[in-house]
């Protein structure tokens, strides 16, 4: 366990594992007796090397999976208390961008975003102004209309991020977000879900990226076999804001900021009474895990 600092205490938790354990049908223990606290306004890490839990703890998060032991808490709700019928409901408070994207081919950049939007039952207007202002926001404006087998890795990439964040979820996970990215790409990438964090969505970055991680200056939980390991604990040890490659981000300096601000006035005051329509069935398509079809969350500020 870290050690929270008083600052810290009175920060409003997000999620909590409490002594949680994962054990699939085969016996491999995923994740084995973790618990930690992410607090709302935070930017955390999750670093571990291959097989050490991390996409199980994200699972485990979406409810994708259950804990065969513990109990987790997200946003106040335990999630061994939400029944099946609600479970899409509470997923699209969560934003998620898998490392694979899960693009849909057959629909056009524009197209893939607004898919999230759909699901949900969004009016025409709100989806098209909310597309819109979330391509701005990652630079893609000018490929609405393409494919994605048109686009570079890093566009794919920031088409996945866009339409993760198109729904303002309250918590954003990305699993090794920047793992196919060259250094310039991966720096704006960090940089934009630095600006969404500010904004007050708590930011999950799954990676294998040490040294980018380090570099973010953000608090980082080490996994190891499914558990933490409190050797490598690594708080951030700075303020926020500090990012590497800030200098030579050009999505963002260019209109982020101002696509930012446009983007979440009118969403944070826009996804309060949220409507309980739209197709769960395309939402149960959006979390299969088959490649065809992406997995997506949204927000649900009820
Ligand atoms: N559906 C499953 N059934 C059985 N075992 C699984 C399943 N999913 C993952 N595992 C096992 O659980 C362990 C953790 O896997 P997980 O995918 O969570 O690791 P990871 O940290 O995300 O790894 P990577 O960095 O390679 O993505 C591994 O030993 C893996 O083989
Ligand atoms: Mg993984």
């Known amino acids: 366990m870290e050690q929270p600092q008083r600052a810290v205490d009175r920060r409003q938790t997000m999620i909590i594992f409490d002594h949680v354990t994962k054990v699939y049908g085969n016996g491999v223990a995923a994740i084995n007796d973790l618990s930690m606290r992410i607090y709302k306004d935070e930017f955390v890490f999750l670093m571990g090397a291959s097989g050490a839990g991390k996409s199980t703890l994200i699972k485990l998060l979406m409810k994708e ?106 918590i954003l996970i990305a699993d090794e977000p920047t793992g196919n990215l060259d250094p310039d790409n991966a720096a704006q990438i960090m940089q934009l879900l630095t600006q969404i964090n500010e904004r007050g969505t708590t930011v999950i970055v799954a990676t294998h990226a040490q040294d980018m991680a380090r570099s973010m200056k953000r608090r980082i939980i080490y996994l190891d076999h499914g558990t933490r390991d409190d050797k490598k604990f690594y708080d951030g040890n700075t303020s926020s804001g500090n990012v590497p490659g800030a200098d030579r981000v050009n999505i963002s300096s260019s209109f982020a900021n101002a696509a930012l601000d446009n983007y979440y006035d009118e969403d944070n005051e826009s996804s309060d009474g949220e409507k309980a329509g739209g197709s769960e069935e395309g939402y149960d398509n959006l979390f299969t895990r088959d490649d065809s079809v992406p997995a997506e969350g949204g927000a649900d500020n009820e």
């Open 65 to 170: 999976e259950d804990p065969t032991k513990g109990s987790i808490k997200v946003n106040s709700r335990d999630l061994s208390m939400i029944k099946h019928g609600s479970v899409q409901r509470y997923r699209r408070q969560i934003g998620v961008v898998f490392q694979d994207y899960r693009l849909l081919e057959h629909k056009t950049v524009f197209g893939n975003v607004a898919f999230a939007m759909e699901i949900m039952g969004k009016s025409r207007k709100e989806i098209n102004h909310k597309v819109e202002a979330s391509l701005s926001l990652m630079g893609l404006s000018m490929k609405a209309g393409e494919y994605p087998r048109n686009l570079s890795g890093g566009e794919q990439q920031r088409v996945a991020l866009a339409r993760a964040i198109v729904n303002t979820p309250r």
